[in-house]
């Protein structure tokens, strides 16, 4: 793997008595997202503001590209921390300003600004947030969702390297709460910028980080992908995050993927002691980041919830239908074969109602929601991990509508 | 330090609360030059330091005319029962004005705008530390010392001498509206000894003190917003220390060094 882009190196932090940090290791890579998990009060937060130089660890370091800030010259340190941008846990919007000089704040403080650009990129940040003529409305007058996203946008407005989040979406109903993931998924495929996510939201966070890491008593307990985190022994880890895993997926009213798994290894189980076959359906909504751009992220999860929920409908009792990945639904039917299964999704494409399914996206411009299906039986001697990638490659679009 | 071990020890705890004291006032003296030198900075901050002119110094008119016209008013008729009983009652333009000039016009100047201005400075930016708004100043890489502090400082430099040139006159009118106008006493002698008594080193001399009053009041009032998350106390608690201990501080301390300067003016 190459150097990683941020280094904390056994850093300790005490407050008053209480020791906060204990030998923190962590690295950081570019263009990954992070997230940082762990119980409240652990020093997550903590741990995001020695990084972005708001506390400095009373011993270890934090190395950007393998120097530290006391390293480096005045105007390398001013130029490092342009790079960074921090959506506080608690919004921290001036509640002396309105929403608009919030947003223009770094630009206006920082740059040689142009005010009629200041006042298009600050639009356009807000518009992409699905945040509609509040600019004049000052903190106090909006909702607490609503303060999440408008400090996104502050956030975002910089276009900057580096955004350290802490918990963004606290306080947001599920389908903001995924808009918001699926923008910070977005934005750091487009712009390709580092971030570094603290969060509760199990498993909704793994769908967008590429790594993990847990904080647990003041250590990093576990440190790796969301794959290694399933597969992990630990039982702190295992413990903590059952504990916060829900049976259902909050968005879309489907099971969640850990319940999704443990009925795949049921069905698997059952295969081979009692010659019961059965089959997995993989339903991809393709364009979800086209709906995204066009509508909103707020429409793209309602399109998706909607199309969770028509699916559901179209299940029997004993069938499982879960959350598989951010855009991905995965059917698992019992005691069915491939041929059944291809039935199965010739009669999802027949009842389809296109104008239900996008009802949320209220937009003149013409969209087009395309899902793709795979199909895989499951044999004797298959292994889930390779009946998962099976499932996988023989994706084909099997219907695509348009208003 | 706790009460107790303070009983117990009473040199060491006069020892640490001295210490204390004057690290204090060197961090506060620091803290003030650094917004001094930032108010230079460019881009300068225009709009802001007239949104504080307006606030500490506009707003702070009505206030400043009520207080002033009062305190001439009572000084006219303290001055007049004092003066009538030597007979020299054709000296109170001369009393009122000078006391007023020279000393109350600053000083009660500065303690108005400290109960008005100063506790609401305090106020404004501990809640500001709290809520960590002047953390993501820092995170934007605004200097937060420049963006609330400056202003402020330069805003209150130039609105403590006006206030108190504004005090000074309606004080005198006040003086006038009892001496004269109350208790008889011509109109022409007492502003012919307002006239000739008032010297312009007078004048300076109020306007030196305004000018040391709104450095203290200033930095005092800021400096304890700022370090607000410093304090034993968190929260709304910690905000509500900090501005008592800004306005009683700071009351204090011009206190204090209205005696020190007047002993060097005079």
Redesign the interface.
């Known amino acids: 793997m190459d150097q990683p882009l941020i280094q904390i190196k056994n850093a300790t932090k005490n407050f008053a008595d209480v020791r906060v940090l204990d030998g923190v290791n962590l690295s950081i890579y570019r263009g990954q997202i992070t997230s940082i998990i762990g119980q409240s009060g652990t020093g997550k937060s903590v741990l995001l503001?020695h990084i972005?130089?708001?506390l400095q660890p009373d011993s270890g370091q934090v190395l950007f590209d393998g120097r530290s800030l006391g390293a480096m010259k005045k105007d390398e340190r001013?130029a490092l921390?342009?790079k960074?941008?921090?959506v506080?846990q608690?919004t921290?919007?001036?509640?002396?300003l309105n929403v608009a000089e919030n947003v223009a704040?770094?630009l206006v403080?920082?740059a040689n600004h142009n005010e009629a650009k200041v006042k298009e990129q600050v639009q356009a940040k807000l518009n992409q947030l699905d945040l509609y003529e509040i600019e004049h409305k000052y903190p106090a007058q909006l909702s607490g969702g609503m303060k999440k996203r408008v400090a996104l946008a502050r956030a975002l407005v910089?276009d900057p390297e580096i955004v350290l989040f802490d918990e963004p979406t606290t306080g947001l109903d599920p389908i903001r709460k995924t808009a918001v993931h699926s923008m910070i998924s977005d934005y750091q495929q487009r712009f390709g910028f580092t971030g570094i996510i603290v969060s509760h939201e199990i498993p909704d966070v793994f769908f967008i980080s590429q790594r993990v890491a847990m904080l647990d008593e003041g250590q990093i307990r576990f440190e790796g992908t969301p794959e290694e985190l399933q597969q992990t022994t630990d039982p702190v880890v295992r413990n903590f995050i059952r504990g916060l895993e829900s049976p259902h997926d909050e968005l879309t009213g489907v099971a969640s993927q850990s319940l999704g798994q443990k009925r795949l290894a049921r069905e698997l189980f059952r295969l081979q002691h009692h010659s019961r076959p059965f089959s997995i359906v993989l339903l991809t909504v393709e364009n979800l980041e086209d709906v995204d751009r066009i509508a909103g992220h707020v429409a793209g999860q309602k399109a998706l919830r909607n199309f969770a929920s028509f699916v559901k409908q179209n299940v029997y009792i004993t069938d499982t239908c879960f959350r598989y990945d951010m855009n991905k639904i995965m059917v698992v039917l019992p005691d069915t074969d491939a041929g059944q299964a291809r039935q199965f999704c010739d009669k999802l494409s027949r009842n389809l109602d296109t104008d239900a399914i996008l009802s949320g996206a209220e937009t003149r411009k013409r969209l087009c929601f395309a899902v793709a299906a795979g199909i895989a039986q499951a044999q004797k001697d298959s292994q889930i991990e390779t009946l998962l990638t099976d499932v996988g490659k023989q994706q084909n679009i099997f219907w695509e509508c348009q208003i | 330090m706790q009460l107790r071990t303070a009983l117990k020890n009473p040199t060491v705890a006069l020892g640490h609360y001295t210490i204390t004291f004057i690290q204090d006032m060197g961090r506060i003296a620091l803290f003030f030059l650094k917004g001094f030198l930032l108010i230079f900075s460019i881009p300068l901050q225009i709009n802001k330091v007239l949104q504080q002119i307006y606030f500490i110094g506009m707003k702070s008119i009505f206030v400043i005319c009520l207080t002033g016209g009062f305190t001439g008013m009572v000084l006219g008729l303290q001055g007049y029962y004092l003066l009538v009983k030597y007979g020299s009652t054709g000296v109170l333009g001369s009393a009122v004005a000078l006391s007023l000039i020279r000393e109350m016009g600053p000083v009660l100047t500065a303690i108005m705008v400290i109960a008005r201005g100063g506790s609401a400075m305090a106020a404004e930016i501990g809640i500001m530390r709290i809520s960590e708004q002047i953390d993501a100043l820092e995170t934007m890489d605004i200097d937060p010392i420049r963006f609330l502090v400056s202003p402020r400082i330069a805003a209150a430099l130039i609105s403590f001498p006006l206030l108190t040139a504004l005090f000074d006159v309606v004080g005198i009118l006040g003086g006038y509206l009892t001496g004269s106008v109350l208790l008889g006493l011509n109109p022409g002698l007492y502003f012919t000894r307002v006239e000739t008594s008032v010297a312009m080193v007078d004048v300076t001399g109020g306007f030196v003190k305004s000018l040391v009053f709104a450095v203290i009041v200033v930095s005092i009032c800021c400096y304890q917003g700022f370090y607000t998350h410093t304090r034993a106390e968190f929260g709304a608690k910690g905000v509500s220390q900090s501005t008592t201990s800004a306005v009683v501080l700071s009351c204090v301390l011009v206190l204090i060094a209205d005696y020190a300067l007047t002993t060097f003016l005079l």
Not at chain 1, 92 to 96: C, I, P, R, V
Request: charged letters at 30%; proline letters at 5%.
């Open positions: 503001k972005i130089g708001l001013k921390k342009r960074f941008s921090y506080f608690d921290a919007l001036f509640d002396f704040l770094p403080e920082n910089t």
